[in-house]
Each structure stands twice: as C-alpha cells, then as structure tokens.
C-alpha cells in the first residue's frame, strides 16, 4: 500500500515557476513508478509526466517539455515536478500518482495508488 500527498501547489503569474511535491508513505515506494497528472475544470484528467522506479527513464507530455522535470528522491519517498514558464494552460489541479508497472506510465489506468490533488492556478 502506498499513500500520496502533494503539496506546492499555488497562484504564479505567466512566466513563473513552482515545485510540486508528492510525499510517499510506505516501505515499497522506491518499487514504484510515479506519475503526475493534471485535470482542469471540465477537461479530462491528463498525462504530464512520469519517471520510473530508479529514476533512469522520464517521461513527458509534449505540452510540458521542456518547461517542466521530474525528478525522484527515494531516500526521502518524494517526487518533484518542477514547472517552469508557467501558461494560463496550465492551470489545473494537479495529481500524484504511483504503480508496481514499468510501461505504460502516460495512462492513467495504469496507476494503482492516487493522491488527493494540488491546485495550480496560473494568471496572465
């Protein structure tokens, strides 16, 4: 069993930057893949990024590439996301999520373990 907990989350002006955070609770956390997802007000949730259980493969959506990075710390059971060049786009409440799987990280049916959310809110 894995628990999640995000945090970092806020309101940034268009050009700014934030550092999502995704507390893990659980001795297998280092065994898991992690996610991070989005879903804004009457969208469907989506893939942002995702990096596996040891840190050696990330992965994006094309809309954040380059702007954002993942990144894992396992000794300390968190993940990161950190957004860069934030757009009025990327406004949305933001998910942590973790799975046993190491393939098919951008779907969403393949995570096990979900956070409650982080709400990004970014002005123009």
């Known amino acids: 069993q894995v628990q999640l907990v995000e945090s970092g989350g806020g309101l940034v002006q268009a050009g700014g930057s934030l550092r999502l955070s995704c507390a893990a609770s659980g001795r297998t956390f280092s065994m898991h893949a992690t996610g991070w997802f989005r879903q804004a007000p009457g969208k469907e949730r989506e893939f942002v990024a995702a990096i596996n259980r040891s840190s050696g493969n990330t992965y994006y959506a094309d809309s954040v590439k380059g702007r954002f990075t993942i990144s894992r710390d396992n000794a300390k059971n968190t993940v990161y996301l950190q957004m860069n060049s934030l757009k009025p786009e990327d406004s949305a409440v933001y998910y942590c999520?973790?799975?046993?799987?190491?393939?098919?990280?951008?779907?969403?049916?393949?995570?096990?373990?979900w956070g409650q959310g982080t709400q990004v809110t970014v002005s123009s």
């Open positions: 999520a973790a799975t046993p799987r190491s393939n098919l990280l951008q779907l969403l049916r393949s995570y096990d373990y």
